[in-house]
């Protein structure tokens, strides 16, 4: 969000794990866009406002929940992640390593 905002450079790079089109403008030509077109603007904002909501959330959890309940979290909320990433990437994003994730698999396929 840095990056869109400030013309800058991202802190960090994003990877596809499948296959993907991906869409690229200059900044610049947006903002003449936004100007000749000004729903534009209003749409940036709400964009805008659902990263930043997303961002906070997910903050939110990776500092108030514990590993095995972030899981849960994804299981419940986004179970479509979980078949299409490789596991080490869905540790990552749920902030602990592979090993720990497999731990959490095996001691909930164990209590089912």
Not at 73 to 102: F, K, T
Request: with cysteine; net charge neutral.
């Amino acid at each position: 969000m840095n990056a869109l905002l400030t013309d800058g450079a991202c802190r960090y790079d994003v990877e596809a794990v499948e296959t993907t089109q991906v869409y690229s403008l200059p900044l610049s030509i947006m903002e003449r866009a936004s100007e000749l077109h000004p729903q534009l603007t209003q749409l940036k904002v709400r964009l805008t406002e659902e990263m930043f909501l997303r961002n906070e959330f997910r903050e939110a959890l990776l500092l108030t929940c514990n590993a095995e309940a972030r899981y849960e979290w994804v299981l419940e909320h986004e179970p479509w992640l979980v078949p299409r990433i490789p596991q080490y990437h869905l540790a990552s994003y749920l902030g602990m390593d592979a090993v720990s994730l497999s731990r959490i698999k095996k001691k909930r396929s164990q209590r089912k």
